[in-house]
């Protein structure tokens, strides 16, 4: 999976860090005036013991020496964000498949996946349009547990052929031996495009795709595109982790 990370983020993990050498910084003003204080009005014959003082002293060098650290690790958030950049640079005229929230009905198809917990005995995947309304109830076969994909044939439940463009999700309900839900988590929908654009105005990389914009971290394939053709593919693929 493509690693993206964003600068508002960066932004926070400075701000923490800041505020962390600032407050160091007044603790330790306050702490070498009460010292000189003490100093000065210590009993010559029963002088201050200097075990606890060092051991003070020696406690802020290494929160000092942590926040040098901690400016390091947030330098390298940083050029990980360009990283990040740089790689929807190298996806500009491919063709990608990203998970996405939804799917887009294209070529009489859409793609969905998710995650069950369980194996079950009763499954429904309800795939709804923009509005929410149900135009199609399925039943996989595969139920086991784990990672699930299915792809709907974009027919709703009379059988008629919905127009390619529609926007659909879908809701799964699964359900055990003993009829207890077993919930599914990471339900995503899947598109499919040629990446046209790369847009960081967020902060967080993200390829267009389709006209619309896809955090590069949701790419899970690349394929490269064939020449003279706008949507055949060549058998030449960069395979992702997805």
Same mark, same amino acid.
């Given at each position: 999976?493509?690693?993206?990370?964003?600068?508002?983020?960066?932004?926070?993990?400075?701000?923490?860090?800041?505020?962390?050498?600032?407050?160091?910084?007044?603790n330790?003003?306050?702490?070498?005036?009460?010292?000189?204080?003490?100093?000065?009005?210590?009993?010559?014959?029963?002088?201050?013991?200097?075990?606890?003082?060092?051991?003070?002293?020696?406690?802020?060098?290494?929160?000092?020496?942590?926040?040098?650290?901690?400016?390091?690790?947030?330098?390298? =958030?940083?050029?990980?964000?360009?990283?990040?950049? %740089?790689?929807? *640079?190298?996806?500009? &005229? +491919?063709? #990608?498949?990203?998970?996405?929230?939804?799917?887009?009905?294209?070529?009489?198809?859409?793609?969905?996946?998710?995650?069950?917990?369980?194996?079950?005995?009763?499954?429904?995947?309800?795939?709804?349009?923009?509005?929410?309304?149900v135009?199609?109830?399925?039943h996989?076969d595969?139920?086991?547990s784990?990672?699930?994909?299915?792809?709907?044939?974009?027919?709703?439940?009379?059988?008629?052929?919905?127009?390619?463009?529609?926007?659909?999700?879908?809701?799964?309900?699964?359900?055990?031996?003993?009829?207890?839900?077993?919930?599914?988590?990471?339900?995503?929908?899947?598109?499919e495009?040629? =990446?046209?654009?790369?847009?960081?105005?967020?902060? %967080?990389?993200? *390829?267009i795709?389709? &006209? +619309?914009? #896809?955090?590069?971290d949701?790419?899970?394939?690349?394929?490269?595109?064939a020449?003279?053709?706008?949507?055949?593919?060549?058998?030449?693929?960069e395979?992702?982790?997805?």
């Amino acid at each position: 999976m493509a690693t993206a990370v964003s600068s508002q983020n960066t932004s926070s993990v400075l701000d923490k860090i800041n505020n962390s050498r600032t407050s160091l910084a007044n603790n330790e003003q306050t702490f070498l005036k009460l010292l000189t204080v003490q100093l000065k009005n210590q009993d010559p014959l029963s002088p201050t013991d200097t075990t606890q003082m060092t051991s003070q002293i020696t406690q802020m060098t290494g929160v000092e020496q942590q926040l040098v650290t901690n400016d390091l690790l947030a330098a390298l =958030v940083g050029m990980n964000t360009g990283t990040g950049l %740089s790689e929807g *640079v190298n996806m500009i &005229g +491919k063709q #990608v498949t990203a998970t996405t929230d939804n799917s887009t009905l294209k070529d009489g198809k859409a793609t969905f996946s998710w995650s069950q917990p369980g194996g079950s005995t009763s499954l429904t995947v309800e795939v709804k349009n923009a509005a929410g309304k149900v135009v199609r109830t399925l039943h996989p076969d595969d139920q086991k547990s784990g990672d699930h994909t299915i792809t709907w044939d974009g027919k709703d439940d009379s059988g008629a052929q919905l127009e390619d463009g529609g926007v659909y999700t879908i809701a799964v309900t699964a359900k055990g031996a003993d009829g207890k839900e077993i919930k599914a988590t990471n339900i995503k929908g899947r598109t499919e495009g040629v =990446v046209t654009a790369v847009d960081n105005s967020t902060g %967080s990389p993200q *390829v267009i795709i389709n &006209g +619309k914009p #896809v955090p590069i971290d949701n790419v899970i394939g690349v394929t490269a595109v064939a020449a003279n053709s706008d949507t055949k593919t060549d058998t030449k693929t960069e395979d992702k982790a997805a």
